[in-house]
């Protein structure tokens, strides 16, 4: 062992130690100042760039979050103006069967009249001032517009938004392909009536829960126009075909429309008994083309002439494109659905279509109920309702199934990527607290030593005294 003077390596060993203890203590300060277990890069790089990556995710959370509320909102405001319109609307018809009683008078119908006309009016003024900020709603320019380019072959179409596995998000056309045509129900009776003055006799039957009675004197024409006569309750007309039988058809097409017969011997038929008939519902396939991209979708849900598929969208042929072939380009379709943004991240985006919902869109343009027969008018205005309460479960349904329950999913998330993102950013205090106190001590002791290594070097002193 040597003694020297000019180098102290004792007390740079004891110098050296002090530093890095005092700059581990540093640290262990900065952590429990900031409550950060990284705060800085250098402290975890591979920490801190999934910290990052989380914090970016809790962020568009916290947008989304927000996002959702406002579509809630959106969409509020939208149910409350169609809940209003379907008050104007159950008024009007309402209207409308007061004035189909006779003891109205001219001057009281016109009244009714009046009132109705103001309720369209209303509902007009509905449809094009109810915004949302800035964005009107109920005009058409917040969904999805189809427009027929073949009237001959489809008399109106409606789409939801949505379409087969995904949803009417470009502009586009649909394609019509009916693979089956709709029929009417028809049933034929086997009595032959020659001329027609042909004798019935007499005799009764029922038609579709109609009773009809026949005498002695009644002929081939006048039972053909007594059967005429009552179509609009039955919803059967009555012809006679080329050998001479009476064939009796439904107004309508469709399966749920249908001819029921019960007739006594010689009535219609030559004897008694019963027989029916329903008609056959069109079918569809639909292709939803945008430049080269095609979707296709089946159309088999619906009644008559009436195409409908799984997503609630609707096309009504004519009675003329009623035939088994394929139209391109039947609809054109113009993607202006509302869209939000509803995820943290790209493509987690939603739809809300708002139908135009002024008086001429819900077919209700031209409604007169001044006249004998209000049938027409409350057809219609049913249509209209029916078209309005549909509106307003689409709407229920995306704000229930969609909006509500991602804000419960996004909660969910939320909380659990926050606890990953602490696991690795936080600094777990007790265990810092523990590495402090134990930095502290080593300060302490450090400075000690090197106190008492500064003074090692005044032992050689004793050889120079003596």
């Known amino acids: 062992m040597s003694f020297r003077i000019n180098t102290n390596v004792s007390a740079m060993n004891a110098l050296r130690n002090i530093g890095g203890t005092a700059n581990m203590l540093g640290k262990s300060i900065n952590s429990l100042s900031t409550g950060l277990r990284i705060n800085s890069a250098a402290d975890d790089p591979a920490g801190l760039i999934a910290s990052e990556n989380f914090r970016a995710q809790l962020s568009g959370m916290d947008a989304a979050l927000r996002n959702n509320q406002d579509a809630l909102n959106f969409a509020k405001t939208a149910d409350g103006a169609l809940d209003e319109i379907s008050r104007l609307l159950r008024d009007a018809r309402a209207l409308a069967v007061a004035n189909g009683n006779s003891t109205i008078d001219a001057d009281q119908k016109q009244a009714n009249q009046t009132q109705l006309n103001n309720i369209l009016e209303s509902v007009n003024r509905i449809s094009r001032t109810t915004q949302f900020g800035r964005k009107t709603l109920l005009d058409g320019s917040a969904g999805v517009q189809a427009n ?195 995820g943290a991240n790209a493509g987690q985006t939603v739809m809300l279509n708002l139908t135009n919902t002024n008086a001429s869109s819900l077919g209700l343009g031209t409604v007169d109920i001044t006249g004998n027969s209000v049938t027409a008018a409350l057809n219609s205005i049913d249509q209209a309702i029916a078209t309005v309460g549909n509106t307003r479960a689409n709407i229920g349904s995306f704000m229930r199934n969609t909006l509500e329950s991602n804000v419960r999913s996004l909660g969910v998330a939320k909380e659990s990527l926050a606890a990953t993102e602490s696991s690795i950013r936080d600094v777990d205090v007790a265990a810092e607290m523990t590495t402090f106190t134990k930095l502290q001590i080593l300060q302490q002791s450090g400075l000690a030593m090197l106190a008492q290594a500064n003074q090692a070097p005044q032992a050689v002193l004793s050889l120079l005294r003596g």
Do not use: C, H, W
Request: charged share 5%; aromatic share 4%; hydrophobic share 40%.
């Open 148 to 342: 027929v380019n073949a009237p001959s072959v489809l008399a109106s179409a409606a789409v939801s938004g949505a379409f087969g596995s995904g949803t009417l998000n470009a502009n586009g056309t649909l394609s019509v392909n009916v693979t089956t045509a709709a029929t009417r129900a028809s049933v034929t009776g086997t009595a032959a009536y020659t001329a027609a003055t042909s004798l019935v006799g007499a005799g009764t039957f029922v038609l579709n829960g109609q009773t009809f009675t026949t005498t002695a004197a009644t002929t081939r024409d006048d039972l053909i126009n007594m059967l005429n006569e009552a179509s609009s309750t039955t919803g059967v007309t009555a012809t006679v075909n080329g050998t001479n039988n009476v064939v009796l058809t439904q107004l309508n097409f469709g399966s749920d429309k249908s001819v029921q017969l019960t007739t006594s011997a010689g009535v219609i038929n030559s004897a008694a008994g019963s027989a029916s008939n329903s008609g056959i519902d069109a079918v569809a396939t639909v292709t939803y083309t945008v430049g080269a991209a095609t979707t296709t979708a089946a159309f088999g849900s619906g009644k008559g002439l009436t195409l409908r598929d799984t997503s609630g969208n609707v096309l009504t042929l004519t009675a003329a494109g009623n035939a088994v072939a394929n139209t391109a380009n039947a609809v054109q379709i113009y993607s202006q659905a509302a869209q939000f943004q509803v």
